[in-house]
C-alpha cells in the first residue's frame, strides 16, 4: 500500500503504524445497479490513530481538513478527531452513515464543528429528520407540537433546497453539498444554489466515485473556480469513476474533457 501511495505522489512520512492492529479492510458487495453495500471489519489501524505534534502540524498547514463519521466511531480516533478539529483551518465532513458505526450525537458534534459537509440524498433526509426532532426535544415540545412542526416544516423539507437551508441553519455550515447519484449534486455556496443534472453512463461499480467527486469539487473550490465549474468538473469526474473498475481507476483526461464537453453542449 505503502508503494501505491508513493506511486500516486502521496507522502508516506507521517502515515502512522500499528504494530498490533491490521490495516483497514472493507468487504464490497454490488447489486446489479453497480451500487455498493459495505461490511467495515473492526477493530482496524485507523481506529488507533494516536495525536501527534506532526499530525497538529500537517493539519494547521492544511488548506482543508476532511474527515468522515466512521473515523469516530473508536474512542482512540475519535479523540484525535476532536483535538485536530479544533484547529484545522478549513473543515470538510463528508458524512458517511455506516450503522452501527454512528450516533446522533457524535454527527452533531461533527457536522457543528465543519465549515462544509456533503450528503448523499439518503443521508441528509436521515439527518434532516433528526435535527427536527433533537429541536423538537430541546423545546420540550409536546408529541402533538412535535407532529406539527414536521407538518410545518414539510413544505420546505420536501426539496432539497429546504432540507440544506434547515441544515445550514441548525449547524451554523455555510456550505453544503449533496450528492444524487445518477441524478447529479447541488451544492449550496455563499448563499448560492449551484446544481449540475448528471451524466448518463454505463454504471460499473460507485465504490470511490463519492470520494473522488468530493476531491475534485475539493480541488476547484480551493483554487478559486467558480462553483457552477467546480460542481460540473466534480460530477464528471464521479461518472467516471463509476463507470470504470474499482475505487482508484485510473482517470483518463480524455474521457473527463468529453463528458464536460458534452455538459457544456447541452
Known amino acids: 500500500m505503502f508503494q501505491f501511495i508513493k506511486e500516486n505522489g502521496v507522502a508516506v512520512d507521517d502515515i502512522q503504524i500499528d504494530s498490533e492492529l491490521k490495516t483497514g479492510e472493507v468487504a464490497v458487495s454490488l447489486n446489479d445497479e453497480g451500487s455498493a453495500s459495505y461490511t467495515i471489519n473492526y477493530p482496524s489501524a485507523w481506529d488507533h490513530i ?19 463519521s466512521l473515523s469516530a466511531r473508536d474512542h482512540n480516533t475519535k479523540q484525535t478527531l476532536y483535538s485536530l478539529l479544533e484547529i484545522a483551518p478549513y473543515k470538510i465532513f463528508d458524512v458517511n452513515l455506516r ?29 434532516v429528520t433528526h435535527l427536527i426532532m433533537k429541536a423538537a426535544d430541546f423545546k420540550k415540545f409536546s408529541n402533538h407540537e412535535i407532529s406539527e412542526i414536521i407538518d410545518k416544516r414539510n413544505s420546505d423539507t420536501q426539496n432539497l433546497e429546504g432540507c440544506i437551508k434547515f441544515i445550514a441553519q441548525q449547524t451554523n455550515t455555510k456550505s453544503i453539498c449533496v450528492t444524487l447519484g445518477s441524478k447529479g449534486a447541488i451544492l449550496f455556496y455563499n448563499d448560492t444554489f449551484y446544481y449540475n443534472k448528471g451524466h448518463k453512463i454505463n454504471v460499473v ?36 469513476v ?17 463528458l464536460l464537453t458534452k455538459h457544456i453542449d447541452c
Open 205 to 240: 461499480d460507485t465504490v470511490g466515485a463519492g470520494d473522488s467527486f468530493l476531491a475534485a469539487l475539493t480541488d476547484k473550490l480551493l483554487k478559486g473556480e467558480a462553483p457552477q465549474t467546480a460542481i460540473d468538473f466534480a460530477c464528471v469526474v464521479g461518472a467516471v
Open 50 to 68: 494516536q495525536l501527534t505534534k506532526s499530525a497538529k502540524a500537517i493539519t494547521l498547514a492544511s488548506d482543508a481538513f476532511i474527515y468522515g
Open 99 to 127: 450503522a452501527p458505526y454512528y450516533t446522533k450525537e457524535v454527527l452533531n458534534h461533527l457536522m457543528e464543528s465543519a465549515d462544509f459537509i456533503k450528503f448523499n440524498d439518503d443521508e441528509i433526509i436521515e439527518i
Open 242 to 258: 463509476a463507470s470504470s473498475e474499482g475505487a482508484n481507476p485510473k482517470l483518463n483526461p480524455n474521457d473527463i474533457e468529453v
